[in-house]
């Protein structure tokens, strides 16, 4: 199959042995950690390189007692960039933090930034008028119902040329019903990259208007501090290959009553581009 995405095994969820690495021995540090160097236009995903999305992901790493990347959480999120973030962090190397004489394990913030290319008016003003082809809404609820579930209905309406692919991005330990998903999907170059929960919408659908439910779980007792959930629409059209991205990132807060859902204004909302060879 030829598209932005292709079809992969879905993530696995964090082992529960590395739960091990997190009771109140974690230490949130921010001095003394390794950064990752701003990432080139020519160096981020096909995706986002095709409809020129850049930004800073704000990743948090758990580095175990030897120094090494246990698991990675995204806290402020461009969608089609997380993946690499997270990766380039994953590959990092830390000091270990020193309590009493011991190693013990750690958390680290690590902003990673993916530079804008040259200004393009062109390249602008095509992308703003692609955006008027496609249209999504997302409701998802900012609280979980009494069962501990959240529920997310969206709608969309395309062009009859054009297919769509709805994915979820999530932290470690969430629950995701998949129910009429389609083959989970990625967003990094790497072939051996994991991928997320998909659903998929044909055009003679997008023409009339479609719509579907999603509904996920999160940990009660997860690892990282902060996190997001984030959803990407992809419109593409099959006959030139060119394609809508819309997106939607929302901030894993923690108050009294529990987990709330803040919509995170600094992702950005659509962008579009050219057709490129898919992977």
């Known amino acids: 199959m030829r ?3 292709c079809p992969v095994m879905i993530r696995r969820l964090l082992p529960i042995f590395l739960l091990t690495l997190v009771p109140s021995l974690v230490h949130c540090t921010a001095s003394g950690a390794p950064t990752v160097p701003p990432i080139g236009p020519q160096d981020a995903p096909q995706i986002a390189r095709a409809t020129r999305v850049s930004g800073t992901v704000v990743v948090v790493a758990l580095v ?3 120094g090494h990347v ?10 089609v960039l997380d993946d690499e973030a997270a990766a380039r962090v994953a590959a990092l190397s830390f ?14 913030t690590i902003p990673v930034t993916f530079t804008a290319p040259p200004p393009n008016g062109p390249a602008d003003t095509y992308s703003a008028s692609r955006c008027n082809d496609a249209t999504f809404a997302l409701d998802l609820d900012a609280r979980a119902d009494s069962s501990g579930q959240f529920n997310a209905r969206w709608t969309a309406r395309g062009l009859k040329s054009q297919e769509l692919y709805v994915v979820v991005l999530f932290p470690d330990g969430t629950e995701v019903d998949t129910t009429h998903s389609w083959y989970p999907q990625r967003f990094r170059d790497a072939k051996d990259t994991a991928g997320w929960p998909a659903w998929h919408r044909a055009g003679r659908e997008l023409r009339l208007g479609t719509s579907g ?20 629409a992809l419109f593409r059209d099959l006959f030139d290959g060119r394609f809508v991205l819309r997106q939607r990132s929302f901030r894993i807060e923690r108050d009294a009553v529990g987990p709330l859902l803040v919509g995170d204004p600094g992702t950005i909302a659509c962008a579009a581009g050219p057709s490129f060879e898919g992977r």
């Open 3 to 5: 598209g932005m995405l």
């Open 70 to 79: 246990r698991a990675t959480a995204i806290v402020r999120s461009q969608p």
């Open 213 to 232: 439910l999603f509904s996920f779980r999160l940990p009660e007792t997860p690892w990282w501090r902060g996190g997001r959930i984030a959803v990407v």
């Open 95 to 108: 000091a270990p933090l020193i309590e009493d004489g011991k190693p013990v394990a750690s958390l680290h």
């Open 64 to 66: 175990d007692e030897t």
